[in-house]
């Protein structure tokens, strides 16, 4: 009886210690835990909205590192305090290509960005123009690139991989026709994407981005007014 006994005690501990070692193994590395892979209403943590729960391999850049660069165009609407401001992601820290070729440009990026914003201030000091805006910008995952400058919304035909609030400043120098931006976004909501064999996300809920953007009067031929290089930073992390 004892032995029988003795013999379910360490049956038991075994498998106790085996869940213990997976769980570990999930969230052993800090590039790498076990997030709820959502549907598309689906909240980060809860489990009655998740589908596969996968390793996923979140993109952590220290503070005041390049995470992404971008570049793009800025298409202000005539008579309306509205600013859309769209393009590609150039390149992410920790994967290796963001393109689908060898050619690097709108047409073959798989990353791209669309921000919605509304001016919400302007004051003229001297030759310079300070433009407040307020907004939501969006970042894509595109398996199918056909980002067109000439056609503003293939750069959010994709899947939505990044969604975050908006605070923007421009500085415009009236007469040159050149410009800074510093854009402070906070993530909404964030999925991830199958990228080289592997999954990925972005970031998380309520982490924190700088933009910092050059841009000048547009000569390409296409719609938008301005054209736009840029990168973004982390500046604070996920909190939860």
């Known amino acids: 009886m004892n032995k029988t006994i003795d013999r379910i005690f360490f049956a038991l501990l075994f498998t106790f210690a085996l869940a213990m070692s997976s769980s570990v193994?999930?969230?052993?590395?800090?590039?790498?835990?076990?997030?709820?892979?959502?549907?598309?209403?689906?909240?980060?943590?809860?489990?009655?909205?998740?589908?596969?729960?996968?390793?996923?391999?979140?993109?952590?850049?220290?503070?005041?590192?390049?995470a992404l660069e971008i570049v793009g165009q800025v298409q202000n609407v005539p008579a309306t305090p509205l600013s859309n401001q769209y393009g590609y992601v150039s390149a992410i820290s920790g994967i290796d290509s963001v393109f689908s070729s060898s050619t690097h440009n709108e047409g073959t990026a798989l990353f791209t960005f669309y921000t919605e914003a509304h001016t919400d201030s302007v004051i003229n000091n001297g030759k310079l123009r300070i433009v407040d805006r307020t907004g939501t910008t969006t970042i894509y995952f595109d398996e199918a690139p056909n980002g067109n400058f000439n056609d503003p919304n293939t750069f959010r035909d994709g899947r939505p991989i990044l969604t975050m609030t908006l605070k923007q400043q421009v500085?415009?120098?009236?007469?040159?026709?050149?410009?800074?931006?510093?854009?402070v976004n906070a993530v909404n909501?964030?999925?991830s994407f199958l990228i080289g064999g592997d999954k990925f996300q972005l970031g998380g809920?309520?982490?924190?981005?700088?933009?910092?953007?050059?841009?000048?009067?547009?000569?390409?031929?296409?719609?938008?007014?301005?054209?736009?290089?840029g990168y973004i930073v982390p500046i604070e992390d996920d909190k939860h």
């Open 25 to 66: 193994i999930g969230q052993g590395q800090a590039s790498q835990k076990m997030i709820c892979d959502r549907a598309p209403n689906g909240n980060f943590n809860d489990p009655n909205t998740c589908g596969d729960r996968t390793p996923i391999l979140t993109l952590k850049v220290s503070k005041g590192d390049i």
């Open 171 to 183: 500085i415009l120098d009236v007469v040159e026709g050149t410009f800074t931006t510093v854009n």
């Open 189 to 191: 909501e964030a999925s």
């Open 205 to 229: 809920e309520h982490d924190q981005f700088r933009t910092l953007i050059n841009g000048r009067t547009n000569d390409t031929g296409t719609p938008a007014g301005f054209v736009i290089a």
